[in-house]
C-alpha cells in the first residue's frame, strides 16, 4: 500500500485580489512551482509542446506567464515516457514559466466525431446523442470505464480513462493538469447531459485517487494542482450539480481538487450566465479555469463572471490564415488593400512584429506562401490577446473596468 500523497506547498496554491462591485470577477494569483501567474490570464496554447510557428523565448518575450499542451496529442507523439525522461514538458520544450495540460478528454471525443476544434456556440438544430461530423467516420466510443478511441494520426486503437489520463499527466510534469471527462455536445440530448455529469462525477473520484497515489510515488517531481472539469452543457441544474459534486470530493488526503475547468460545449449568447452559474457554486479560494475562449468580448464576460484563466488555439490558428487582431477588429491581411501599406499592424502594439515589420511585407509573406508570415502574424495575434486580457486585469485594479469594457468592444466592434 504506498503512503498518502504529499501536501502541496504549505503557501496558498490561489489568492484573491481586487474584486469587482457586484459581480463575481476578481484578479488573483496562482502560485505554481515554476512561477506565478497573475490573474485574469490568458493561457496560450502550445498544443504538441510548442505554439505553432513561435518560439518559445518568443512567447516569453510577447508577454505569455504560462502555457498549455494537450496529452492527446503528447501521448501519441512523442509519448509521455520521452517527456518525463526529459524533465517534463516545460524542460522539454525550452519553456521555465508555468505549464498546463488538459486531460485529453475533449481531444478523444471531438477528434473522434471529426469536428476537430470546434463543437458548438450554439444550440441549434436536431438533438442526438450520435451526433458527428459529416462525412467522417466515428473515431471514438464511450463507456463508464472509459473511451476505447482510434489515433487521427495512424488508426490504431487506444483507451483512455481516468487512471490513464492521471499518469500521461503526471509524465508530463505540468504545473496544472485537468480531470478526465466526458464531452458532450450542445447537440446532445438533456437525458444524455444527465447521464455524463454522473459519469464525469464518477471519474473525478477516480482521477483524485490517481492523482494522489502518483504523487506520493513520484515526490521527485514538483506538486501538480488537479482542476476538476465542469460539464453540464446548457443546463443550469446540471451545471449546478456538477459544480457540487466536483467540490465534495476531498480523497484520502481530504485536500480535494485545487481548481476547477469550465468545459463543455457553451452558448456564446449565455456564456456569462453559465459561468456565474458555476462561480455561484464553487468555492471562492479555488480558481476558476474557462476552457476554450479567445474573443474579446468573451473574455469580458468570462472575468465579469468569475473566470480567473482561459485558454484557446484562436490568436494562433487565425494567425496562420492571415486574420490579424487589431483594436479596430479583425481584418485580413492578405486582401490587396495592404499591398503597398507601409504602415505596422498597429502602431500602438509594442510586439516584435509591429516594431519591425509592415503591412506590405506581410502581404507579401502570405502570397508567396512563405512560412514566416505565419511567424510574425502569430506573435501579434499572441500579444494582442495577452495584452487584452493583462489590461483587463489592470482595468479592475484600477477600479475602472466597466469604462475600458466600453471603450475596447465599443472600438473593436463597431
Sequence with gaps: MTDPAPPAPADPFFTVGTRLEDRPGRTGVIHTPHGDIRTPSFVAVGTKATVKAVLPESMKELGAQSLLANAYHLYLQPGPDIVDEAGGLGRFMNWDGPTFTDSGGFQVMSLGVGFKKVLAMEAVGVRSDDVIAKGKERLATVDD???????????????????????????????????????????NTRGYQEQSVERTQAWAVRCIAEHEKLTAERAHRPYQALFGVVQGAQYEDLRRQACRGLESIVGETG????????????????????????????????????????????????????????????????????????????????????????????????????????????????????????????????????????????????????????????????
Design 145 to 187: 470505464d472509459g473511451v476505447t478511441f482510434k489515433s487521427h494520426l495512424d488508426g490504431s486503437r487506444h483507451r483512455f480513462t481516468p487512471e490513464v489520463s492521471m499518469q500521461i499527466q503526471h509524465q508530463l510534469g505540468a504545473d496544472i493538469i485537468f480531470a478526465f471527462d466526458e464531452l458532450t455536445t450542445l447537440m
Design 255 to 414: 485536500r480535494g481538487f485545487d481548481g476547477y475547468g469550465i468545459g463543455g460545449a457553451l452558448e456564446k449568447q449565455n456564456l456569462g450566465t453559465i459561468v456565474g452559474w458555476c462561480t455561484d457554486e464553487l468555492p471562492e479560494h479555488k480558481p476558476r479555469h474557462l476552457l476554450g475562449i479567445s474573443e474579446p468580448d468573451d473574455f469580458f464576460t468570462a472575468v465579469e463572471n468569475g473566470a480567473d484563466t482561459f485558454d484557446c488555439v484562436n490568436p494562433s490558428r487565425v494567425a496562420r490564415n492571415a486574420a490579424i487582431y487589431h483594436p479596430d477588429g479583425r481584418f485580413n491581411i492578405n486582401t490587396s488593400r495592404f499591398r503597398r501599406d507601409f504602415t505596422p499592424i498597429d502602431d500602438t502594439c509594442d510586439c516584435y512584429t509591429c516594431r519591425h515589420y509592415t503591412r506590405a511585407y506581410l502581404h507579401h509573406l502570405f502570397k508567396a506562401k512563405e512560412m514566416l508570415a505565419a511567424t510574425l502574424c502569430t506573435i501579434h495575434n499572441e500579444r494582442f490577446t495577452v495584452r487584452l486580457v493583462d489590461d483587463i486585469r489592470a482595468s479592475i485594479e484600477q477600479g475602472r473596468f466597466d469604462e475600458f469594457k466600453a471603450e475596447m468592444l465599443g472600438r473593436f466592434y463597431r
